[in-house]
């Protein structure tokens, strides 16, 4: 069974720096696209970064210039590095990836969420 797992997250002050890490695993072949997500309570999961299986990225404009987004592929993980925090950036977590794995009978892909990670960015 795929799993994903996200870690990293906590509390910083603004001007700071996290850095979340999603972990994949099961029978996994490979990560193919991966994103991240956040979700204030009572709004809507929005977009915030997301990489291409070709290694293409793209950001939400509100961070772009302070998130990074990284796959690494031999790991089965995906980063978001997150500088020049701010109070805004509060919210939770959530990656998503699109997950090539193998079972008794083939190899199928499908997207999967983690449980999310708390960012909370506060003096």
């Known amino acids: 069974q795929v799993q994903l797992v996200e870690s990293g997250g906590g509390l910083v002050q603004p001007g700071g720096s996290l850095r979340l890490s999603c972990a994949a695993s099961?029978?996994?072949?490979?990560?193919?696209?991966a994103g991240w997500y956040r979700q204030v309570l009572g709004k809507e999961r929005e977009l915030v970064a997301i990489?291409?299986?070709?290694?293409?990225?793209n950001y939400a404009e509100s961070v772009k210039g302070r998130f990074n987004i990284s796959k690494a592929n031999a790991k089965n993980m995906v980063h978001l590095q997150m500088n020049s925090l701010k109070p805004e950036d509060t919210a939770v977590y959530y990656c998503?990836?699109?997950?090539?794995?193998?079972?008794?009978?083939?190899?199928?892909?499908?997207?999967?969420w983690g449980q999310g990670t708390q960012v909370t960015v506060s003096s």
């Open positions: 998503n990836a699109d997950v090539t794995y193998s079972t008794g009978d083939g190899y199928y892909t499908r997207p999967y």
């Open positions: 099961g029978n996994i072949l490979s990560i193919r696209s």
């Open positions: 990489v291409t299986s070709a290694g293409s990225t």
